[in-house]
Nanobody, 125 residues
Framework: QVQLVESGGGLVQPGGSLRLSCAAS????????MFWVRQGPGKGLEWVSAINYNGDSTYYPDSVKGRFTISRDNAKNTLYLQMNSLKSEDTAVYYC??????????????????WGQGTQVTVSS
């Protein structure tokens, strides 16, 4: 049974930091590209980051570039998202997702093979 379980969300003040984790099981983690995608209140899905199979290539949209860092530990089957300099507009439910082939940029939900249940990130003073 495939599972992607996100954790690490919460309430943080503007300018603060959070580190999200995504524990994967039930599929060959190191054979999948991994992604973070978010959905803010009243908004559509927004692609946040992508990482290739071994973690040596990462991709970000301009909205988070320089503030967010995606990484993975294939030995632990875990994906991470380090978020720094958080802004109110980063408030969203953050999901991790996976796909067996490379995928970069904004995509519809159906493009991904597997999804987690999401973790809420709220940036507010």
């Amino acid at each position: 049974q495939v599972q992607l379980v996100e954790s690490g969300g919460g309430l943080v003040q503007p300018g603060g930091s959070l580190r999200l984790s995504c524990a994967a099981s039930g599929f060959p983690f190191s054979s999948y590209w991994m992604f973070w995608v978010r959905q803010g209140p009243g908004k559509g899905l927004e692609w946040v980051s992508a990482i290739n199979y071994n973690g040596d290539s990462t991709y970000y949209p301009d909205s988070v570039k320089g503030r967010f860092t995606i990484s993975r530990d294939n030995a632990k089957n875990t994906l991470y998202l380090q978020m720094n300099s958080l802004k109110s507009e980063d408030t969203a439910v953050y999901y991790c997702a996976s796909k067996m082939r490379p995928l970069i940029g904004q995509q519809s939900r159906e493009e991904y093979d597997y999804w987690g249940q999401g973790t809420q990130v709220t940036v507010s003073s």
